[in-house]
């Protein structure tokens, strides 16, 4: 399946063929996204290699639009049912936009209204997208049942527990196992359990959060999400936040059902359990048997959330409490690894306010001036634009100017960047300046900042200054 099959499915849709498609990073999966778009119309176009997750996710989406749920409208499909096409709801995943709590581990006032907002939202996914969802279409199965939690716990104990070299017997281990499946399968609700509800899902947009990537989900309790998007290891949600965030979530959920909430968050705390040792089974299984180094670098936080749970004991699971006890102390799983990989910083400015400084104390970095390049800004109708809106993208590109004066761009800054990872250097600075700060630097700042994210394994930190944005991609 090639992009050919998007540009047909895009001129069958529209009435004429893309003039842009530009393909989109992977979630991790085999499916391909790509922004395609003419005339400053953009949609995104999927391929997919499952008939099954593809039917799975128009259906999904079908029904949930039909519930006035803010998910993209799936527009139209290919015939053999590989590929469609879908409505883009552009670039502001909340990941990035709370990227600053998520690295200092405070959050601002702001990231923390996106969060509650978001939490709020998933009782309606639960309930209106459960009502009437043919759950018949859900893949790779329709329910939350027992096989689901045995794969999940065998996942921890083998591809996890094992793989740390802790001794336990496996038989009493299993006994506590058995006990905690059947106090987690006690609920059989007509609720939709989203299966991978986290802020790289959510698209923020005019202010609201909407949803991507629930292809996975199923009927099954509520209290799995929840647990997913609080406790999720590398957010570093402070305790009080955590407890803000479950409150914006009952206040949403009253909606719904009556719900007391010491008995709520008694729940919930079994759903932090099981979701926390599925998380380390994924982590060990990429880590220590696909040595991806990132996720052995993200166990001494998930390890933190399993201290912190564990404060107060399970004691219907003695064995297990125990095992885990001992496992959340080991100190080579607690140290969080220094990431001595180039820091890039990216930076788009007006010269009217002065050139960025490097903080870093290392000096040196390019300082690209951009206006040899036409100027969208002298235009009354661009004004309320900025780098990022097709409408500039389009103005910019049109001639082809910028992308003459970027491929320039592009092979300076890669050839220091290669020679600053040989040497081990840790901070770059490359900036962009334009008139005003706001049209040519920032859609150059863009460019070269996924540019780079794309060909090397750096740290890279993109801020448009007097957009006063900032983001890690």
């Given at each position: 399946?090639?992009?050919?099959?998007?540009?047909?499915?895009?001129?069958?849709?529209?009435?004429?063929?893309?003039?842009?498609?530009?393909?989109?990073?992977?979630?991790?999966?085999?499916?391909?996204?790509?922004?395609?778009?003419?005339?400053?119309?953009?949609?995104?176009?999927?391929?997919?290699?499952?008939?099954?997750?593809?039917?799975?996710?128009?259906?999904?989406?079908?029904?949930?639009?039909?519930?006035?749920l803010?998910?993209?409208?799936?527009?139209?499909?290919?015939?053999?049912?590989?590929?469609?096409?879908?409505?883009?709801?552009?670039?502001?995943?909340?990941?990035?936009?709370?990227?600053?709590?998520?690295?200092?581990?405070?959050?601002?006032?702001?990231?923390?209204?996106?969060?509650?907002?978001?939490?709020?939202?998933?009782?309606?996914?639960?309930?209106?997208?459960?009502?009437?969802?043919?759950?018949?279409?859900?893949?790779?199965?329709?329910?939350?049942?027992?096989?689901?939690?045995?794969?999940?716990?065998?996942?921890?104990?083998?591809c996890?527990?094992?793989?740390?070299?802790?001794?336990?017997?496996?038989?009493?281990?299993?006994?506590?196992?058995?006990?905690?499946?059947?106090?987690?399968?006690?609920?059989?609700?007509?609720?939709?359990?989203?299966r991978?509800?986290?802020?790289?899902?959510?698209?923020?947009?005019?202010?609201?959060?909407?949803?991507?990537?629930?292809?996975?989900?199923?009927?099954?309790?509520?209290?799995?999400?929840?647990?997913?998007?609080?406790?999720?290891?590398r957010?570093?949600?402070?305790?009080?936040?955590?407890?803000?965030?479950?409150?914006?979530?009952?206040?949403?959920?009253?909606?719904?059902?009556?719900?007391?909430?010491?008995?709520?968050?008694?729940?919930?705390?079994?759903?932090?359990?099981?979701?926390?040792?599925?998380?380390?089974?994924?982590?060990?299984?990429?880590?220590?048997?696909?040595?991806?180094?990132?996720?052995?670098?993200?166990?001494?936080?998930?390890?933190?959330?399993?201290?912190?749970?564990?404060?107060?004991?399970?004691?219907?699971?003695?064995?297990?409490?125990?095992?885990?006890?001992?496992?959340?102390?080991?100190p080579?799983?607690?140290?969080?690894?220094?990431?001595?990989?180039?820091?890039?910083?990216?930076?788009?400015f007006?010269?009217?306010?002065?050139?960025?400084?490097?903080?870093?104390?290392?000096g040196?970095?390019?300082v690209?001036?951009?206006?040899?390049?036409?100027?969208?800004?002298?235009y009354?109708?661009?004004?309320?634009?900025?780098?990022?809106?097709?409408?500039?993208?389009?103005?910019?590109?049109?001639?082809?100017?910028?992308?003459?004066f970027?491929?320039s761009?592009?092979?300076?800054?890669?050839?220091?960047?290669?020679?600053?990872?040989?040497?081990?250097?840790?901070?770059?600075?490359v900036?962009?300046?334009?008139?005003?700060g706001?049209?040519?630097?920032?859609?150059?700042?863009?460019?070269?900042?996924?540019?780079?994210?794309?060909?090397?394994?750096?740290?890279?930190?993109?801020?448009?200054?007097?957009?006063?944005?900032?983001?890690?991609?």
């Amino acid at each position: 399946m090639s992009q050919d099959s998007l540009k047909a499915l895009y001129e069958r849709f529209t009435g004429y063929l893309p003039d842009v498609v530009e393909e989109l990073p992977s979630s991790g999966s085999h499916r391909r996204y790509f922004r395609l778009g003419r005339s400053g119309k953009t949609l995104i176009g999927v391929i997919g290699t499952s008939l099954e997750e593809n039917r799975a996710f128009i259906t999904i989406s079908r029904h949930f639009r039909r519930k006035g749920l803010n998910v993209p409208m799936v527009l139209c499909e290919s015939e053999d049912g590989y590929s469609y096409l879908q409505e883009d709801l552009g670039n502001d995943i909340l990941f990035d936009m709370v990227s600053k709590g998520r690295e200092s581990g405070y959050y601002s006032e702001d990231e923390k209204a996106l969060l509650k907002r978001t939490v709020a939202e998933l009782p309606r996914i639960q309930f209106l997208g459960g009502d009437g969802l043919d759950w018949s279409v859900c893949f790779p199965q329709e329910a939350f049942d027992a096989r689901m939690v045995d794969f999940d716990l065998n996942y921890f104990k083998y591809c996890f527990l094992k793989a740390t070299g802790l001794e336990f017997n496996e038989v009493q281990l299993q006994d506590d196992f058995e006990k905690f499946k059947a106090d987690l399968l006690q609920e059989d609700e007509n609720t939709f359990l989203y299966r991978d509800f986290q802020a790289r899902n959510v698209m923020i947009r005019d202010g609201k959060p909407w949803f991507i990537d629930y292809q996975g989900g199923r009927r099954g309790p509520i209290y799995y999400d929840v647990a997913s998007f609080i406790w999720q290891a590398r957010s570093r949600f402070p305790e009080d936040l955590k407890q803000e965030l479950i409150d914006s979530y009952l206040e949403s959920l009253q909606q719904f059902r009556s719900v007391d909430a010491e008995s709520f968050r008694s729940r919930l705390r079994l759903f932090v359990l099981f979701r926390t040792l599925q998380v380390l089974g994924a982590y060990g299984f990429r880590g220590y048997f696909e040595k991806k180094p990132h996720f052995i670098a993200s166990v001494p936080y998930a390890l933190q959330n399993l201290r912190a749970l564990l404060q107060i004991p399970f004691d219907r699971y003695p064995y297990l409490n125990s095992v885990l006890q001992e496992l959340s102390v080991k100190p080579e799983l607690n140290v969080i690894q220094e990431d001595h990989r180039l820091e890039v910083q990216v930076y788009s400015f007006a010269y009217k306010k002065g050139i960025p400084a490097d903080t870093s104390g290392n000096g040196g970095g390019y300082v690209f001036d951009c206006r040899s390049i036409n100027n969208p800004g002298k235009y009354e109708y661009y004004r309320q634009f900025n780098g990022t809106d097709p409408e500039v993208i389009k103005f910019l590109e049109d001639d082809g100017e910028i992308n003459r004066f970027l491929e320039s761009v592009y092979a300076l800054v890669d050839a220091h960047v290669e020679r600053f990872i040989e040497r081990k250097f840790t901070h770059l600075q490359v900036s962009f300046g334009c008139t005003g700060g706001q049209h040519r630097s920032v859609y150059c700042a863009e460019h070269l900042a996924r540019h780079l994210a794309d060909k090397f394994n750096i740290k890279l930190k993109l801020t448009h200054r007097e957009m006063n944005i900032e983001k890690m991609l």
